[in-house]
């Protein structure tokens, strides 16, 4: 069996029950980020990511933007946790022969998002990959969440309100490169409105809301008519290509009338629209499709 | 300008001066792992490493060796600060057509070192790479260390002796995907015998100790008949072929006698020997070659 037949959620649980796991309920694999109980002050947490050449930017795309987005990526995965990024590391798997331009108009990109969003770089790594190879850029770093103001993927509830952020699909148009996270909202929300559960959309809503929906042993109904679609899409093209990076938020639906309100006063120019609604695991309707890297890539 | 052109130090130096960093002193790119001071408890550490098919490993390399590797490089770089491994994040970038038991062995290899030497699996991502290019793993890891057991690669003192562990040179023929990180040597010396500076030897001696003596702002008197090389290698292969994993030490000269004596008591399978004196900057000799990743591979 090749890593094409198997898809990316299968393969994660198979891996996770080789190796040891920290003790402590709130530690290890699943969520947008691993969350460590210090036992003092604020919850830490941490994440990585990659970013491989033609599968996330294109050889041909600007170097400051792939930067960007390597770091704006993470600071989403933080901001969906409710949480703030801390300090960042950077690995660089490069081909010899890439013009040192590149990687230090890459490294501004990165600062020009640190400097807008928080985070310090704190170290890293470059390797060198055969010529012909594609580039990999690796990121790890640590973020934390006070914690009150945590929320997982996991805490949905039946009968909550489902609603997005913003609008879905056309990423590959260029904004999949220059996203903002919505780490301004999400901060605001857990303060004001902590949602009962969120993450952000990376593989698309299809993939992504029927994860939330499973680690919350809950089903869900959606509302395929009210899905906010970026102009020029197809539905299709706003449940399935991925890379987003909006919210995607439960809320109890008692509250949903006053914060509908609270975001267009304090939010503007950024939708937040109810697209279903949580229901009992077994009930509701299913979703497929969505970006698996495996399968995507591989067939 | 390629990035063969520049070379890995020379290539870090530039891009750290592009992004914001933690204004913490003690935190920040340069040494074994960044430092982070949480103002409570032990100092916290952070470390990403990359392994590239082809350059780190073949892909005829068994896999549970990859991942011993992978995670043994990173708790030796922990150990050469006097730190303890706390919690991974994997990071596979691999193409679709890998097998999946390839990966499960690889994940069981990681599991086989951190259940020796401490450490839990806190998350991590998979991504494709297109068909054709190298695999590549990268591992970031938190650890910590006890505020009076931190030893830096900056702090050596002239006239220190220059000491190794183990014998160098050969990697190659094996020792590369199994050694062990000197975890229990390093906890020893920190509490008995704290080096002046220390760091572990991962591109070969001639690399590494000009490393440690420019960071000291030191120069080095090496002895090179008193290197203890591993049979079947010549000077040359024990100065340059890296991924030794032994740990680079300098001590006070006064203490010398006795750390020997005591060493040989606890640790009689593994050799401590004087390779050399530090000396004044300007001053001792020079030392070229070791491993440098874009340019051995590029040229």
Not at 31 to 37: F, G, H, N, R, S
Not at 66 to 77: H, P, Y
Not at 246 to 275: D, K, N, V
Request: negative net charge; hydrophobic residues 40%.
């Amino acid at each position: 069996m090749q890593l094409r037949d198997i898809g990316e959620d299968a393969l994660i649980e198979r891996l996770v029950a080789l190796v040891p796991h920290d003790p402590s309920p709130w530690a290890g694999p699943g969520d947008d980020c691993a969350v460590i109980d210090d036992g003092h002050g604020a919850l830490r947490l941490l994440k990585t990511d990659a970013l491989v050449e033609n599968v996330h930017f294109t050889p041909d795309a600007e170097p400051h933007r792939v930067g960007w987005k390597a770091v704006a990526r993470v600071i989403s995965d933080f901001a969906a946790m409710g949480g703030k990024p801390e300090h960042f590391l950077i690995t660089l798997a490069l081909p010899p022969t890439l013009p040192v331009a590149w990687v230090e108009e890459f490294y501004r990109g990165i600062g020009t998002c640190l400097r807008k969003f928080g985070g310090y770089l704190a170290g890293g790594e470059t390797s060198s990959v055969p010529i012909g190879s594609a580039a990999v850029i690796s990121i790890a770093a640590t973020g934390k969440v006070e914690r009150d103001e945590w929320v997982l993927r996991s805490t949905a509830r039946a009968g909550d309100a489902i609603l997005v952020t913003g609008k879905l699909g056309g990423s590959l148009a260029g904004k999949h490169l220059d996203f903002t996270p919505r780490a301004e909202q999400a901060q605001w929300l857990v303060k004001h409105f902590k949602p009962t559960a969120m993450m952000d959309l990376s593989d698309g809503l299809a993939k992504d809301l029927p994860r939330l929906a499973k680690a919350s042993g809950l089903g869900f109904m959606l509302e395929k008519s009210a899905i906010p679609i970026t102009p020029g899409c197809s539905l299709q093209q706003a449940l399935g290509d991925g890379e987003d990076f909006e919210l995607l938020i439960t809320t109890r639906p008692e509250s949903l009338a006053e914060l509908m309100e609270s975001w267009a006063r304090h939010f503007p120019e950024l939708g937040l629209t109810q697209i279903g609604t949580m229901t009992s695991a077994g009930e509701g309707g299913e979703l497929s499709g969505g970006w698996d890297h495996f399968k995507t890539l591989g067939n």
